[in-house]
């Protein structure tokens, strides 16, 4: 939520609001109070729309002049980012996305970092458009001393029930493999407790299973992706 009056400073604003929700019934849904770059109060709350609306409504009903503005999370976009060096952080990241986009948003995400061969890692970053557009643009994102590929993640088709590419379940004519293992692809286990060597029951090989970059399979559907 954007909370203004023209004539007055940020603190001033600040003080305002504190007075008003510090004995609102939603005050422990807020997550952060601080300034926008043109000087205005944003104030963050958890995902509670019932607190949003009630703190929404005390501050619109006062009588102190202030001007609200209730804003949306905006979406985020999924970028997948690779070959950083096998001591990398997640602090390190978020430093790097601060350098290029001057900020970071507190609904920005970035998971588990994930190893690769040759001891690199990766991870998926969850960024707002506009951040992930301009580290797109550049084409690699620099975390520590390695200028690491990013790439937009791509929604691949994939059927829930026989794990095809080429079709959704509502269309399956296939075997159901919903219950079976994604690691080996056999049935009564699952991939956590799965001690199998790994197997593709697409491409019916053993060796990897499906779902990753060894998958011919999956390297195809991912190539139609990108069409």
Request: aromatic share 4%.
């Amino acid at each position: 939520m954007i909370i203004s009056d023209g004539e007055k400073s940020y603190k001033e604003v600040l003080g305002r609001v504190k007075t008003i929700v510090g004995s609102n019934s939603s005050v422990k849904a807020i997550r952060g109070l601080r300034s926008t770059k043109d000087g205005k109060l944003l104030l963050t709350l958890d995902k509670d729309q019932a607190a949003l609306t009630n703190l929404h409504e005390a501050l619109k009903d006062s009588t102190t002049g202030l001007k609200t503005k209730r804003l949306g999370m905006e979406k985020r976009i999924a970028i997948h980012l690779r070959g950083m060096e096998a001591d990398t952080t997640v602090e390190d990241i978020r430093q790097s996305v601060i350098e290029i986009t001057g900020e970071w948003e507190e609904e920005n995400k970035i998971s588990e970092l994930r190893p690769l061969s040759n001891d690199t890692l990766a991870a998926t970053l969850m960024l707002k458009p506009s951040q992930s557009d301009m580290i797109l643009e550049e084409g690699s994102l620099r975390v520590s001393l390695v200028k690491c590929r990013v790439e937009k993640r791509l929604n691949i088709r994939r059927c829930q029930k026989c794990w095809s590419y080429d079709h959704y379940a509502d269309s399956c004519e296939g075997p159901d493999r919903s219950k079976d293992c994604f690691k080996c692809g056999k049935s009564e286990h699952s991939s956590k407790d799965c001690t199998n060597e790994e197997a593709c029951p697409l491409c019916k090989e053993i060796g990897h299973k499906m779902g990753t970059m060894k998958c011919p399979k999956f390297k195809m559907a991912l190539k139609n992706a990108r069409i």
